[in-house]
């Protein structure tokens, strides 16, 4: 490939990438649902009107710091997913493979039923981030939280930690 194409080509990624910037999804608020008998909650109608119908397809995993569930738009995930998959050596390398059998551990693509909205999570997963009916989705910019309703307070900075903390953002260079 000529100076010519390789240019072209690196404007071509980088009108990608802004185009990619500019129509992410965020995510915003706190919502209030319930889990059925048989594993399924219907997302909250302001997280779903962030999201254009033809793409409405997520994936949910357990959060590997928090005990809640995470939920990404299949756009987002594809993104993140690619990041950490182009870092590794998934053909020779037993530590990287094993390093993304663990990242892909309890991650389920999940698709809301057409009628209600409903998505189903196995009980194997909802358990890992304490789950059982009563839950909060937060929206958290680029993805969703889910938490169990009696253990999303612990997820979050007390008042005092929150003025601490953002003091000490401020003050970072």
């Keep these: 490939?000529?100076?010519?194409?390789?240019?072209?080509?690196?404007i071509h990624n980088f009108a990608t990438l802004i185009?990619?910037?500019?129509?992410m999804t965020g995510f915003f608020g706190t919502h209030n649902a319930k889990f059925d008998d048989k594993g399924r909650v219907v997302i909250p109608s302001?997280?779903?009107?962030?999201?254009?119908?033809?793409?409405?397809?997520?994936?949910?995993?357990?959060?590997?710091n928090s005990r809640c569930l995470e939920m990404f738009t299949w756009q987002e995930w594809?993104?993140?997913?690619?990041?950490?998959?182009?870092?590794?050596?998934?053909a020779f390398n037993a530590r990287d493979i094993q390093y993304w059998r663990t990242f892909m551990n309890n991650t389920i693509p999940v698709t809301p039923d057409a009628k209600l909205g409903r998505i189903t999570i196995p009980e194997e997963i909802r358990k890992a981030a304490g789950i059982t009916k009563d839950v909060v989705f937060l929206g958290v910019d680029?993805?969703?939280?889910i938490w169990a309703k009696e253990l999303f307070e612990d997820g979050c900075l007390s008042d005092e930690e929150f003025d601490q903390m953002s003091k000490e953002i401020a003050g970072r260079a």
């Design 1 to 10: 490939m000529g100076e010519c194409g390789r240019m072209w080509k690196i």
């Design 78 to 90: 594809e993104a993140m997913s690619q990041a950490v998959r182009s870092k590794l050596d998934l």
């Design 19 to 23: 185009r990619q910037i500019t129509e």
């Design 142 to 145: 680029y993805k969703v939280e």
């Design 46 to 64: 302001a997280i779903k009107s962030v999201v254009p119908a033809d793409q409405m397809r997520f994936v949910v995993r357990k959060d590997r």
